[in-house]
């Protein structure tokens, strides 16, 4: 069975193993391997992604949900040595330890900032709810993201 | 593993699979939880069910909406004291509102569910795919899934007919998006109150106080609420938490 899907803003025809293969799953087989698997069970939001601009847990999702849909992952913002804005904030912060939640925590970001690019303290915890830390104690991360919403305020 | 997916692009199609016995498949998230295996599985993806639509006295929800769209929904915030949306937050995360839909939270009800509870608090009515129409409490007063035989629910459809109820909805949990302990909810109509529990048994339970005497109708009440064994806390400690939680829930003018 294959779906198209545009990731990272490629357009690709790939081929599901099984039609109950999850998103994370079909990801991690073609090697988007910062999509992280942590729980399986929608708890943890180590493996978000975006669909059509919106987080979600990647575990929970099928891929043949992704027929037609423009999927985002970490791989999809920013590259080494070109760092997406919030990826620099999150370094520049100290928000990252072990890294595993940081490609979650950075989309999550990213799906609020675009929609919303003067969050409260509470519209940030509410955005990053699903995606849990268990290095950091989640200060730096919250101020990475208001770093964050600065300087793409500055920008525009 | 026998596995076969559908996925029908209008109502009559999957009126077809549903007599075939498929199993809807609306934002997957229990499915997978579940790790079903040997499925039919009916994707109601493409049935254009996740409207939301504001009529004069009723506002009707497609059975395909999510949870985050209808946190979206400016004029759904509003109505009833902004009682919707507090309950519709205590459903999981951002990410697991980004995916549960309105059906969904329904049918696959769990203890923890919270749409059924605001339904039958609300006065709601569940329609189907067979054109049929059932009040909240008759439709939550057994397993959704028993009613639903070679059936689907396509729309809710909460009325609006008093202007001035107000209500709010809290939720007792082990952290923020954990399943509940304990959730109620509680909807002002004049003089009188209704008030509902979640997550105590499979299907929700309402009641009805009057607001001359709060206190006194709530002590009364909470004896009577059926509570399962749940390993977390025992029968008591919820009890308690339940009568503390209804106090608070009422809303003040």
């Known amino acids: 069975m294959k779906i198209i899907v545009t990731i990272n803003d490629e357009k690709k025809e790939l081929t599901l193993v099984h039609p109950l293969e999850t998103l994370l799953d079909f990801l991690r087989r073609h090697y988007y391997l910062g999509v992280k698997d942590g729980c399986r069970d929608g708890q943890c939001g180590a493996c978000t992604v975006l669909v059509d601009g919106r987080p979600i847990s990647s575990c929970l999702y099928l891929a043949i949900r992704a027929e037609g849909k423009h999927i985002t992952t970490i791989e999809g913002l920013g590259k080494p040595g070109n760092l997406n804005i919030i990826q620099q904030a999150f370094l520049e912060t100290g928000a990252v330890q072990c890294g595993y939640c940081t490609p979650g925590m950075i989309l999550s970001t990213k799906a609020l900032l675009d929609k919303n690019s003067q969050p409260t303290e509470e519209e940030i915890k509410t955005a990053l709810d699903g995606n849990l830390c268990r290095c950091t104690g989640y200060v730096k991360i919250i101020e990475a993201v208001k770093l964050a919403a600065t300087k793409i305020r500055q920008e525009r | ?253």
């Open chain 2, 1 to 253: 593993m026998a596995i076969e997916i559908s996925i029908p692009t209008n109502i009559s199609q999957a009126k077809k699979y549903l007599k075939k016995k498929f199993t809807p498949l609306a934002g997957g998230t229990t499915l997978l939880l579940h790790r079903q295996k040997n499925i039919q599985l009916l994707d109601l993806n493409k049935l254009n069910l996740s409207y939301i639509k504001f009529q004069k006295n009723s506002v009707r929800l497609g059975a395909m909406a999510t949870i985050s769209g209808l946190l979206e929904e400016k004029k759904l915030n509003k109505i009833f004291g902004g009682l919707i949306p507090q309950a519709l937050l205590t459903i999981g995360s951002t990410l697991n509102r980004n995916m549960i839909t309105v059906g969904g939270n329904i049918v696959g009800i769990h203890s923890w569910s919270v749409l059924p509870g605001l339904l039958l608090l609300l006065d709601a009515k569940i329609k189907t795919i067979q054109k049929k129409s059932y009040p909240a409490k008759k439709f939550f007063s057994q397993s959704p899934k028993k009613i639903l035989q070679n059936d689907l629910i396509t729309e809710i459809e909460i009325p609006l007919i008093q202007k001035n109820a107000i209500g709010g909805w809290q939720k007792m949990s082990l952290t923020e998006t954990d399943y509940p302990l304990v959730s109620v909810g509680a909807l002002k109509l004049d003089k009188n109150i209704r008030l509902v529990a979640v997550a105590l048994t499979l299907l929700p339970q309402l009641f009805e106080v009057n607001s001359d005497n709060i206190p006194d109708e709530i002590d009364a009440i909470v004896p009577r609420v059926k509570i399962s064994h749940d390993i977390r806390v025992s029968i008591e400690y919820k009890r308690e938490i339940l009568k503390a939680l209804f106090m608070d829930v009422i809303p003040t003018d």
